[in-house]
């Protein structure tokens, strides 16, 4: 936890398996790890299941909260859903939108994971799309989830490449992903859709001839993509509130994502102010009128202020401030040598 302006950020790790499902290390082990590294919290998501969260591992260990949801997934394998805060694990049979419909009915955190995979569903790693846009009641997305990403890329040409340097080949969110997030936050029903960072790691074990590698160790993946949560208090130790004040703080959208392979991105800033009001991602203001956007960030880098999906302003530095013309939903987009760094959640400016 570090403290940012009148705020307190935290940095975390989301869609996390361990040996309960198909990942390959106890939930003791992980969490020792994550503790290691120095995150403030993990959401912990194994398939279909709860046996952990039942088996009090929900908890803090040391310095590090741990939560304990499942992701759930319809009969044909697509359409994955992390769900944290259900009652019990939701029936295998449910429709999407029926699964998504009972997770916010239970008051829980909803996330649409990896929607963004394009390749065959056929062959020997098919993709996991999200298909079920008419879903209601999710409250984020993943906009970008390493897994993911890494599968999407992979080929003959780059394998080795990508085998033995996972964090080197990040690049940053599709512009598939952002423009379909864009789009769910400009809806006339006006909820708010945060948009995560997601490591969904598994540690996978693979030969290579007489050695045994790790695909994405879980340190590895846990110095990767983070997302930062923006709280107006210290996130409490008692584990129920502690829960509550980050659901808020995602559904709220007070969030960035950051691939920390490129550098510490604590303390970004991304603001807005209208005379004595002032907000965060996340807030929003009465109209552009008198309105002044900025950003810091806390290392030189290419700096883009996006509006209504399009780029607006761009400046190489650690500064950008901008004076909209027009409402409607702002984000930023960071980038150092060509890789995505930072991305906000909106701020929304006359709707």
Not at 221 to 234: D, M, Y
């Amino acid at each position: 936890m570090i403290k940012s302006g009148k705020y307190f950020e935290y940095q975390g790790c989301i869609h996390i398996h361990t040996s309960e499902s198909d990942g390959t290390k106890s939930i003791d082990e992980v969490t020792e790890i994550a503790s290691q590294v120095g995150l403030d919290f993990i959401l912990i998501s194994d398939h279909m299941t709860l046996d952990s969260r039942k088996a009090g591992k929900q908890r803090y260990y040391k310095d590090t909260l741990v939560l304990i949801g499942y992701e759930h997934n319809d009969v044909e394998d697509i359409n994955h859903y992390l769900l944290f805060g259900t009652e019990d694990v939701l029936g295998a049979k449910l429709t999407p939108q029926e699964y998504v419909a009972e997770g916010a009915r239970q008051g829980a955190l909803g996330i649409i994971a990896h929607p963004d995979e394009i390749r065959p569903r056929q062959g020997r790693y098919p993709s996991y799309p999200w298909l079920a846009w008419d879903a209601v009641g999710f409250d984020a997305v993943e906009i970008w989830n390493q897994m993911s990403e890494w599968m999407e890329n992979l080929s003959w040409i780059n394998w080795g490449r990508m085998l033995f340097s996972p964090r080197k080949s990040l690049e940053s969110p599709t512009a598939r992903i952002l423009s379909k997030w864009d789009s769910l936050n400009s809806e006339k029903n006006g909820k708010k859709i945060a948009g995560l960072g997601a490591i969904d790691v598994h540690a996978y074990p693979y030969r290579f001839g007489p050695f045994r590698i790790t695909i994405f160790p879980y340190k590895v993946q846990f110095k990767s993509l983070r997302t930062h949560l923006l709280l107006p208090e210290e996130m409490s130790k008692d584990v129920a509130i502690a829960q509550k004040q980050i659901f808020d703080a995602v559904r709220d959208c007070r969030v960035f994502v950051s691939n920390c392979r490129w550098g510490d991105a604590s303390r970004f800033e991304f603001g807005a102010h209208r005379g004595a009001e002032e907000v965060i991602c996340g807030g929003s203001l009465d109209s552009f009128e008198n309105t002044i956007m900025y950003t810091r960030t806390p290392d030189v880098a290419q700096i883009k202020l996006i509006g209504n999906g399009q780029k607006l302003a761009e400046t190489f530095g650690n500064f950008l401030e901008y004076k909209p013309n027009s409402n409607g939903l702002y984000r930023i987009e960071v980038y150092k040598n060509g890789k995505g760094w930072i991305f906000s959640n909106h701020i929304r400016i006359g709707l």
